[in-house]
């Protein structure tokens, strides 16, 4: 993955309904290459797919609780439960498991207080968990699915080495 490579993610991060024209123009490329570079990035699995970013507050999902889960058990078993029991749940739209004290941490999007209530009602029914506990975000200060991409760039300095000169 070179420079050009990285524009090219930068821009289809930021919005991904750009057209093949205005991405090459802004990458200083003819459309041809620059499509074939896309093509690749897809074809490599680091263009995984391209979605619609939704504004929850319009969707009347304006609560967002994080949920730390430390698991009564610690096999193959309880784990394979407990995961088939989450994922089916769709107001939790992530979920980590973490090292440390708590075993998972899981993002859920709801209207409010009664719609968390329900999910817990729910996630308690999945798998025998050992404690479970919620924190509910007051405001979101930041927000993007966009990926650093100083990193990835091969053969370059970091942006922050560049400025550095």
């Given at each position: 993955?070179?420079r050009?490579?990285?524009?090219?993610?930068?821009?289809?991060?930021e919005d991904?309904?750009?057209g093949?024209?205005?991405?090459a123009?802004?990458?200083?490329?003819s459309?041809?290459?620059c499509w074939?570079?896309?093509?690749?990035l897809r074809e490599?699995g680091v263009?995984?797919?391209?979605v619609v970013?939704c504004?929850?507050?319009?969707?009347?999902l304006?609560?967002t609780?994080f949920?730390?889960?430390?698991?009564?058990?610690?096999n193959?078993?309880?784990?394979?439960?407990?995961?088939?029991g989450?994922?089916?749940i769709?107001?939790?739209?992530?979920?980590y498991r973490?090292t440390g004290?708590?075993?998972?941490l899981?993002?859920v999007?709801v209207?409010?207080?009664?719609g968390?209530?329900?999910?817990?009602?729910?996630l308690i029914?999945?798998?025998e968990?050992?404690?479970?506990?919620a924190s509910?975000?007051m405001?979101?200060?930041?927000?993007t699915?966009a990926?650093?991409?100083d990193?990835?760039?091969?053969?370059?300095?970091?942006?922050?080495?560049?400025?550095d000169?």
């Amino acid at each position: 993955m070179d420079r050009i490579d990285a524009q090219i993610l930068r821009l289809l991060q930021e919005d991904a309904s750009l057209g093949l024209n205005d991405i090459a123009s802004a990458v200083n490329l003819s459309p041809t290459p620059c499509w074939r570079r896309i093509q690749k990035l897809r074809e490599e699995g680091v263009i995984r797919k391209q979605v619609v970013l939704c504004d929850p507050a319009k969707l009347n999902l304006g609560l967002t609780a994080f949920v730390t889960i430390r698991a009564a058990q610690h096999n193959d078993a309880w784990t394979e439960r407990f995961l088939s029991g989450v994922t089916t749940i769709p107001e939790i739209v992530e979920i980590y498991r973490m090292t440390g004290d708590v075993d998972y941490l899981l993002k859920v999007v709801v209207p409010d207080i009664a719609g968390y209530d329900s999910v817990y009602k729910r996630l308690i029914k999945v798998a025998e968990l050992l404690d479970v506990s919620a924190s509910f975000a007051m405001e979101v200060v930041r927000r993007t699915t966009a990926l650093p991409l100083d990193h990835v760039v091969t053969g370059s300095k970091s942006r922050s080495a560049a400025h550095d000169d």
